[in-house]
């Protein structure tokens, strides 16, 4: 009886749960989602703002708990008590990265396709042409532009320019 009854205890605490995802919410581009948020311009030119938080890790110091007691002439009459605890240090800054990318009209699955294939011929990319900007081609995409100076894995128009996917503006030096 008592094994039934926490079954069903159980199986009501799992039906109250829900499954998270990181399926886009409405009106929130799954790259929003993912800490990437898109930004057209005036001009048309879309432009990159990632996000990442900063990395903390907690190490062993000293906090003040009582405070010195000083007299007017300056004299301390009670010295500050200290105690050990673990308190957070951070390790990496947040950093802010904005750069300029293909607006997602222009990630079309041929597009994507064609990026696919060009990491693939650098040696970046190890899995099947699927045309779809997926976790391969975002690690694909995060070690190139890494190599260059870049640590994201969206797709910055200067890579898409290098890799040939876009054309690269002419300058009028005649």
């Known amino acids: 009886m008592i094994r039934h009854l926490i079954a069903l205890s159980a199986l009501a605490l799992l039906t109250g749960c829900e499954a998270t995802s990181l399926a886009p919410q409405p009106g929130v581009s799954r790259s929003a989602a993912l800490g990437v948020t898109i930004k057209e311009n005036e001009k048309g030119e879309c432009w990159a703002v990632e996000v990442t938080p900063a990395v903390y890790d907690t190490v062993m110091g000293q906090v003040q708990v009582v405070q010195a007691e000083i007299a007017p002439d300056g004299t301390v009459l009670r010295a500050p008590i200290y105690r050990n605890t673990l308190v957070p240090r951070v390790v990496k800054d947040r950093q802010t990265l904005r750069f300029q990318t293909p607006c997602p009209a222009q990630l ?65 030096t005649r």
């Open 108 to 172: 079309t699955p041929e597009f994507i396709g064609s990026l696919q294939r060009a990491l693939r011929a650098r040696g970046y990319f190890r899995s099947f042409t699927t045309s779809i900007y997926d976790d391969a081609t975002r690690r694909g995409v995060l070690r190139y532009q890494t190599e260059r100076g870049l640590q994201s894995g969206r797709l910055s128009l200067e890579t898409a320019r290098d890799l040939g996917l876009i054309a690269v503006e002419r300058s009028d």
